[in-house]
């Protein structure tokens, strides 16, 4: 079996020598639950006997409505990897990846159990002929003091790409912002601290560490949980390093001017960038095996995914539910794209994993 995978893998690689993109997406998918009760979680609003009348029909057509996305985004192909937030379970997944359109491009995800109490969970997509997935952790928020909440865990996903070289993703979905921004804000800044203590550690274990960091964060790339405690510069579309090795971190998604749009969630009128593509100073280095492609980062916010914004004016996302009134749509947050460029060199064949997996 071992020996059929790696002949497969290597049959799927492109040519020697040859460059490639590598498509990264990061999407908010608004409350993707089955239609099942989970006595374990607060899942009740999301039933059929619920006050959301959330049956099967209505999420199916969410699963065919979120393939679409993934589908527009990805142009001739798919992307390569793509972290979600606010998925219940792998039962969900696999219908996402084999009862849609999707089940063409054969994706295999990874999903954590956190103990949030509502039962949602962040996950990661990965089309196996662009990543070999090598392991993977689920990452408990480490609260300050005395205090102990349930909230989501942070994924960390270690794979190789076609040229060999590591890569590691976290994708991250920050406690909210429920009860103010400011009374919240101690527990993001603590997410930020577990997640920088997690992504630093890879400095000691790799030579050449590429972290790719995505999400909704619930803040701002100026808030202090990203500009301070992640210490994320803001990412010009002009730097320029050779250095790989420095504990520094570039926010994608930190100016709309690079971004193209005025943020990927809108509350109450205003546009918020809280979805985030954060990167390692490993993944904009000169000579790097893979490398940002500075003019691919954007907000994906094609008209589809937009309605008009009647109670503030002007556009927002085109949602499942307004509130409790079903719409029908996508999600309250835009996705957010960018593109590396593989650059050449000599491929390693790996592998691969072939199984969905949750982790316990």
Not at 246 to 268: C, D, E, V
Request: aromatic share 12%; charged share 25%; net charge positive.
């Amino acid at each position: 079996m071992k020996i059929f995978m790696f002949f497969l893998f290597f049959l799927a690689s492109p040519p020697l020598f040859a460059q490639s993109t590598f498509r990264v997406m990061a999407y908010n998918v608004e409350n993707l639950f089955d239609t099942r009760d989970n006595p374990a979680k607060d899942d009740d609003e999301h039933l059929p006997s619920g006050n959301r009348y959330w049956t099967p029909s209505r999420y199916y057509r969410k699963l065919q409505q979120l393939a679409k996305v993934i589908s527009a985004a990805g142009g001739w192909t798919t992307p390569a990897l793509i972290g979600l937030c606010e998925v219940e379970n792998d039962s969900v997944l696999h219908h996402l990846t084999r009862r849609t359109p999707l089940r063409k491009q054969d994706y295999r995800y990874i999903i954590t159990q956190s103990p949030d109490p509502r039962g949602i969970n962040v996950a990661l997509l990965y089309q196996r002929d662009q990543f070999c997935y090598l392991r993977h952790e689920s990452i408990p928020i480490r609260f300050s003091g005395n205090r102990h909440k349930l909230t989501r865990d942070i994924l960390h996903v270690c794979g190789k790409i076609i040229t060999g070289d590591t890569l590691d993703v976290f994708v991250c979905h920050f406690p909210s912002r429920y009860g103010g921004e400011k009374e919240s804000e101690r527990d993001r800044l603590d997410a930020a601290r577990t997640l920088r203590e997690s992504s630093d550690s890879l400095f000691m274990a790799r030579e050449k560490p590429r972290i790719l960091i995505m999400g909704d964060f619930n803040d701002t790339p100026q808030d202090r949980s990203i500009a301070e405690i992640l210490a994320a510069q803001a990412f010009t579309g002009n730097t320029q390093t050779a250095d790989s090795t420095s504990y520094t971190y570039y926010n994608l998604f930190a100016s709309p001017r690079i971004t193209r749009f005025p943020g990927s969630h809108k509350y109450q009128g205003e546009w918020s960038q809280l979805d985030q593509i954060i990167v390692s100073r490993g993944l904009i280095t000169q000579g790097s095996p893979m490398r940002i492609i500075p003019e691919s980062i954007r907000v994906f916010a094609p008209d589809f995914l937009l309605t008009k914004d009647k109670t503030w004016r002007g556009l927002r996302p085109f949602r499942t539910y307004y509130g409790f009134k079903y719409e029908g749509g996508f999600s309250d947050h835009l996705p957010l794209i960018a593109d590396f460029r593989i650059q050449p060199g000599k491929l390693v064949r790996q592998p691969q994993n072939d199984k969905k997996t949750p982790i316990n």
